[in-house]
């Protein structure tokens, strides 16, 4: 199953999105979309745990 996953899941006013068929190939995506739009996320055990809880499989 492809997992996906978006901003909008966490309620930020953000329009992306991503989808990939791993968590791990997904996490990654999602670091780096992190990394480079919302700096004032700061990625620890605490909120990578909260994203992953908001990845979907379709």
Known sequence: ????????DA????????????E???MTKV????LAEH???ELNAESI???KSLIKEV
């Open 31 to 34: 670091t780096e979309h992190v």
């Open 11 to 22: 309620g930020k006013d953000c329009g992306w999105s991503a989808s990939a068929e791993s």
């Open 49 to 51: 745990s909260s994203i």
């Open 1 to 8: 199953m492809t997992k996906t996953i978006s901003c909008s």
């Open 24 to 26: 791990a190939e997904l």
């Open 39 to 41: 700096k004032e996320i």
